[in-house]
C-alpha cells in the first residue's frame, strides 16, 4: 500500500509532468496518456490524482503560484523602498520568462486555450492575474504614489506586454525597457 509521501511525490509528479507538456506542447495538444506515460505512471494512477484534465490543469496552475507567490516574497524581501519593491517585479517576470524557455506566461497561454471566463482554468488564471495586480497596489500604497489604481493598470500593462513581446521576439531584455517605462510612472506619481 502507497505511503501519504509516495502518493504526494506521485502527485506532484503529474504536476510536473503536466508542466513540462502544457509548455512545450500546449494544454489542448497534450493528453492525459502523454502526461501519465511522461510522468512513468499509469492514466489510473493519473485519475486517482486527478478527476478529470481540468483539474489537472487548475493544479498545475495553482502551484505554479504558489511557487510564484514564494517567488514574489523573496523579491519584495531584497528591496526596503516599495517603490523599488515595485521595479523589482520586473526584474522577476524577467527572470521566470527565461526560466520558461521564453514560451511565454503560461497563464496567458492557458486563458488562450479556454475562452469560457467561468471555466476552472479561467478561474485560475484570474486567481493569479489579481494576485500580480494587488502586490502592485500594495506596494504602490504604501509607496504613498498618487493614483495608485491607475498606476498598477500600467504597470500591468507593461509587465503583460513584456512577456508576451519577450515571448513572440524570443528576447527577455524587452523588460529592461519596461523597467525603465515603469520607473517613469513611478517617478510621475510621487507625491508633489
Given amino acids: 500500500m502507497a505511503t501519504s509521501r509516495d502518493s504526494s511525490a506521485n ?35 493519473l485519475y486517482a490524482h486527478f478527476a478529470s484534465k481540468d483539474d489537472l490543469i487548475v493544479a ?21 523602498a ?25 497563464y496567458v497561454n492557458s486563458a488562450a486555450e479556454f475562452p469560457d471566463r467561468a471555466h476552472p ?5 484570474d486567481r493569479h492575474k489579481s494576485g500580480v495586480k494587488q502586490h502592485l497596489l500594495e506596494l504602490a500604497e504604501m509607496a504613498g504614489l498618487n493614483n495608485p489604481q491607475i498606476l498598477v493598470r500600467r504597470l500591468f500593462l507593461l509587465l ?7 515571448a513572440l521576439e524570443n528576447d527577455d531584455s524587452v523588460f529592461l525597457l519596461a523597467k525603465d517605462l515603469a520607473a517613469e510612472l513611478i517617478d510621475a506619481a510621487q507625491p508633489a
Wanted: glycine letters at 10%; one cysteine or more; a positive charge.
Fill in 121 to 125: 482554468v479561467r478561474l485560475a488564471v
Fill in 60 to 80: 498545475f496552475l495553482d502551484k505554479r503560484n504558489e511557487r510564484w507567490e514564494a517567488a514574489v516574497q523573496q523579491t519584495l524581501a531584497a528591496s526596503e
Fill in 160 to 166: 503583460e506586454g513584456a512577456f508576451l513581446t519577450g
Fill in 82 to 106: 516599495p517603490a523599488q519593491k515595485l521595479l523589482g517585479l520586473f526584474d522577476l517576470h524577467r527572470q521566470w520568462l527565461r526560466e520558461g524557455g521564453l514560451r511565454g506566461c503560461p
Fill in 11 to 45: 502527485h506532484q509528479r503529474l504536476i510536473d509532468a503536466a508542466s513540462t507538456l502544457f509548455f512545450r506542447d500546449g494544454i489542448n495538444a497534450t493528453g492525459i496518456a502523454a502526461v501519465a506515460e511522461y510522468a512513468g505512471m499509469s492514466k489510473m494512477t
